[in-house]
């Protein structure tokens, strides 16, 4: 027999659901509750809320529908609910019909309204919805700003900001702006837009250290978070994701040493973050005693905490740990099964590598670029000819688009088994320019192979490429770059020497693009 919970009470445990950032706990919750077909209306706001975040359109429908039939008066509260609902699940339609039916409505209902239709990419109906508001408030001027900018035009974005009455000017205004230019990589109006606010919030910290790192700035990054009077742990997870994805190992570790000194226990973000860079320096050990801390900690095996576990494992060569986590794990996404799949790839297990390929497809997940790249460089390394064009095939039923890395493992899988010709002819038909590492294998191959005549002739495709250069010195940088990358380091040299014989000078910070 089910165990029906009171209305107070059922309120209460809904409310903590939602403060705890389980969403799902809190419809489960509301269900429970229904015990006797009534519904606990003063709860419907909070399971509307939680139907957004996991934008659970039916169950909100049904809630809807619940709502009408029970005969309860639908209040502000409620109904300003619906619209965010339904603004949030993309059905902007029900949401404009909730708002107009509407007897009765508030600021927090237009703004609502003005989000939906941000959200749902109709700028030009917020802004008529928004020139109709008799009184306005802070969140109203955000939202219009922060949707402009979300919707790719920071122009208009920055006229409405420029707008905002100074009254109104709160530290969310002037993060969103600061958010708007650090995203989009211009840090110096980012940065200018820092120095004018008057009052900062931990966030806005974090987006300009974010902002530095991602623009490969790791010192400014750093004198940022420096600058910091007091930091929150999410500051200290801006820090250490930062030096993680810049490759900054070592500064990892260090920083995840200082942040625990000053007393933050590190969550889920930190400790991928951490994982990552025992991934990139095979620091297995370490990732070991990672591992345990999540489950001493009772850290959620989150679908991030998943990928980063895997892919630490399957880096550092402990792939029995990593497939066992893999088929583990209960929620997956296509970086679960590509970071398997690369570690069998990058450790010459390239039969396991084709065969979690399968098994991917075989789940309904769709393969994207790096899956594809990592399958294809298996096959190169292991041979596999068929499987490897097979693979390149099925790109297109995918709707994946082949980049220059994908032509180069097939060039490369290609040249290792002595197929020269089709080699040469996939380069000559490649949709971009083959750069130096394209060439540089095609080369390889035909040392490799003894392919004399197919040297010779992948040596005039190069000089025809030059040819198209408006700067005779490019051909020889792309000749020795080439020779480089085929080993072939005396004719590198030797390039190289009649490049300077000529007089001429390398550009700085200037290079052909490597794959």
């Known amino acids: 027999m089910r165990r029906e919970i009171p209305s107070t009470s059922c309120f209460h445990s809904i409310r903590n659901c939602i403060t705890a950032k389980k969403p799902k706990a809190a419809i489960l919750t509301y269900i429970r509750s229904r015990g006797g077909g009534s519904i606990v209306i003063a709860a419907v706001p909070l399971v509307l809320k939680a139907c957004a975040s996991l934008s659970m359109l039916t169950f909100g429908k049904v809630l809807h529908s619940e709502i009408l039939k029970s005969g309860v008066k639908c209040d502000v509260m409620v109904g300003t609910s619906l619209v965010h609902m339904y603004g949030k699940c993309r059905d902007i339609v029900s949401a404009r019909k909730v708002f107009d039916d509407m007897p009765e409505r508030n600021v927090v209902s237009w703004n609502a309204m003005i989000g939906g239709y941000m959200m749902n990419g109709d700028t030009g109906a917020a802004s008529g919805l928004f020139g109709l508001m008799t009184e306005r408030t802070s969140v109203t001027w955000n939202e219009m700003i922060d949707g402009y ?56 910290w974090s987006v300009m250290i974010t902002g530095y790192f991602k623009k490969g700035d790791v010192v400014k990054a750093r004198e940022v978070f420096d600058g910091m009077s007091l930091r929150n742990l999410v500051n200290w997870n801006s820090l250490i994701s930062g030096y993680a994805q810049n490759g900054m190992c070592e500064e990892v570790m260090d920083a995840f040493t200082r942040m625990q000194e000053e007393g933050f226990e590190p969550d889920e ?46 880096k550092c060569g402990d792939l029995g740990t990593a497939r066992l986590i893999f088929e583990e794990a209960l929620v997956k996404n296509s970086a679960t099964w590509n970071s398997l799949i690369t570690g069998f790839a990058i450790h ?168």
């Open 348 to 515: 010459g297990q390239c039969g396991m590598a084709i065969e979690f390929f399968s098994r991917m497809e075989e789940s309904g997940m769709k393969p994207d670029e790096v899956t594809f790249l990592s399958v294809l460089s298996a096959c190169a390394h292991g041979g596999l000819v068929e499987e490897g064009l097979e693979s390149f095939s099925k790109m297109w039923k995918y709707g994946v688009k082949h980049n220059i890395k994908h032509y180069g493992c097939l060039v490369d899988l290609l040249g290792r088994a002595g197929r020269l010709q089709d080699a040469f002819n996939l380069v000559r038909g490649m949709p971009m320019e083959p750069n130096d590492t394209v060439l540089g294998a095609l080369l390889g191959s035909c040392r490799t192979h003894s392919g004399t005549t197919m040297t010779e002739n992948v040596l005039e495709f190069i000089r025809e490429l030059s040819d198209h250069s408006s700067n005779e010195d490019d051909h020889y940088l792309l000749l020795s770059n080439i020779y480089a990358a085929s080993e072939r380091w005396e004719m590198a040299e030797r390039v190289r020497i009649a490049f300077s014989a000529r007089g001429s000078v390398k550009t700085t910070g200037c290079s052909v693009l490597m794959i």
């Open 149 to 204: 900018y979300r919707n790719g035009d920071m122009a208009m974005a920055r006229r409405i900001f420029d707008c905002v009455p100074e009254g109104l000017k709160n530290v969310v205004t002037w993060t969103v702006m600061v958010d708007m230019y650090a995203s989009n990589g211009d840090m110096e109006a980012a940065r200018e837009m820092f120095e004018m606010m008057g009052v900062r919030n931990f966030y806005v």
């Open 269 to 314: 973000v930190t400790l991928v973050s951490v994982l990552s860079a025992c991934a990139q320096t095979g620091m297995l050990n370490v990732g070991k005693e990672i591992h345990e801390r999540i489950f001493s900690s009772r850290i959620e095996l989150n679908v991030f905490v998943v990928n980063a576990l895997v892919d630490m494992y399957a």
